[in-house]
């Protein structure tokens, strides 16, 4: 064995683990690989140090179905060579360190290795450390502790969203983006549904409030919002837009497009989710911080957008409630709104996203009641005995001055316009059907003589359940 080895930091070429060596845990004695006097460490100090990395960054691919049952090669790195990759070591040193590795591995109760005996590894995004801990604490506190004023929420919400202002994605882009005038987003489209044509042709008298959000104090809560405060929920696509609100077939629906008038800046989900790890040194344990957080990230991305079904709507839109309210007041994020997939859409519409303003970014031009009668609308044309379906919005001259901040009668607060509708560009969609994409899994009928005769057992899960 070699474990009484010592390596110095001139046969290391990870920066980090040689300013380790040469300035706080390195002792001067002489290096078993270049023969040199000056600061080591015991290689199997640096063998633990490695594991740990190893643990942490990667996860083994040769113990996969594919390799073990169907004789594929493995993808990724063989530990030799990833040995010399994340701590630069080679020739004896690497071979040394492998055999340690081995001997460190392999358990001798189950005869077994850890990784298997000739292992290969790919770079894991899935270990999330104390990190998920903590969020499984804070979802149970927020759950069936405090709803408001819950400071160990407040606490784990900062240490994950805080560092988004600095955060980028492996291509270099910002997870914070900014929407509006001369921004690549310029304008939202919002839908509403209808399940009469005299809602909706009373809607359209007045398309600013009742195609935008509604006031304070009206509304039921969303995936972003608690109940009773507005926020602005909108879409980039139109088929987007409509399947977010789930219409039912026969229903009509309006969509309003709302350009956004002054510069907003949004928390991007859809780039959270791309948050690449410093390419600092893995033995860092700022390295090995970020990364927990940055896999973490993706894996909540997943959960902040996946489905609600509306039975449980309540409960599962509390923790994005929480999310939305701690970044809506952020002072240093300083967040307008997020933007994030769409569970809803089609495949095809897969680039259509979602978009939610915060309140202090959802109010819309003209929504207020003095505009109320600056237009009037009806749905048909007629000619002799027929009619036709053919909308029409006409716009009356307002004799009112323009506001340059737009109130409901509710707010203590005066909050900038951010939105205004494009009267130009309202359209009505009749639903005509609804298209699903699923996951079909077949029941596998069993009789039970047939288990009897074969010695197999009802799944305990289900025995004796009957009905749910």
Request: aromatic letters at 8%; glycine letters at 6%.
């Amino acid at each position: 064995m070699t474990n009484d080895n010592r390596i110095c930091a001139n046969c290391i070429q990870d920066e980090h683990m040689q300013r380790g060596i040469n300035e706080f845990i390195g002792t001067v004695e002489e290096c078993d690989y270049c023969g040199e006097n000056r600061p080591t460490i015991a290689l199997w100090d640096l063998m633990i140090r490695c594991d740990e990395v190893i643990e942490v960054f990667f996860e083994v691919s040769s113990l996969t179905p594919a390799v073990l049952q169907f004789g594929r090669d493995p993808q990724g790195k063989d530990l030799e060579t990833l040995i010399s990759e994340i701590l630069g070591v080679t020739g004896a040193a690497k071979t040394d360190l492998h055999e340690l590795l081995d001997y460190y591995w392999f358990d001798r109760d189950t005869m077994d290795y850890k990784y298997g005996e000739d292992p290969w590894f790919v770079e894991s995004s899935e270990s999330i450390g104390q990190i998920g801990t903590e969020w499984e604490h804070m979802e149970q506190s927020l759950r069936d502790t405090a709803r408001l004023f819950n400071p160990a929420a407040a606490a784990v919400l900062e240490k994950i969203f805080a560092p988004v202002i600095d955060d980028r994605t492996r291509a270099g882009h910002q997870v914070i983006t900014k929407i509006g005038p001369a921004h690549q987003i310029s304008g939202l489209l919002r839908a509403r549904e209808f399940e009469s044509l005299h809602e909706l042709e009373r809607a359209l008298c007045h398309p600013e409030s009742s195609l935008g959000p509604p006031p304070v104090g009206v509304g039921s809560a969303g995936r972003m919002n608690c109940a009773g405060i507005p926020v602005f929920y909108g879409a980039t696509k139109a088929l987007t837009a409509i399947a977010e609100v789930r219409p039912a077939v026969g229903a009509h629906v309006a969509i309003g497009l709302f350009q956004v008038v002054r510069e907003l800046s949004l928390l991007d989900l859809t780039k959270l989710g791309d948050v690449s790890s410093s390419k600092a040194s893995k033995f860092d344990p700022i390295t090995v911080e970020r990364t927990i957080r940055n896999n973490f990230l993706k894996t909540l991305v997943t959960q902040l957008t996946m489905p609600v079904l509306p039975s449980r709507a309540g409960t599962d839109y509390l923790i994005t409630q929480a999310i939305a309210d701690f970044l809506a007041t952020h002072p240093k994020l300083n967040l307008d709104g997020i933007i994030f997939p769409s569970t809803q859409a089609a495949e095809e519409e897969s680039s259509g996203r979602n978009v939610v303003l915060f309140r202090k970014a959802s109010k819309v031009l003209r929504a207020t009641r003095e505009y109320d009668r600056t237009a009037s609308a009806y749905l048909f044309e007629y000619e002799e005995n027929s009619a036709w379906f053919a909308p029409v919005l006409e716009s009356e001259p307002s004799q009112a001055c323009e506001p340059s901040l737009v109130t409901w009668p509710a707010d203590h607060d005066r909050f900038e316009a951010a939105l205004e509708l494009d009267r130009d560009s309202i359209w009505i969609h009749k639903i005509l059907a609804v298209h699903f994409k699923t996951d079909e899994t077949p029941v596998r009928h069993v009789r039970a003589e047939s288990r009897q005769e074969s010695g197999e057992r009802m799944p305990n899960s289900h025995r004796g359940d009957g009905l749910l």
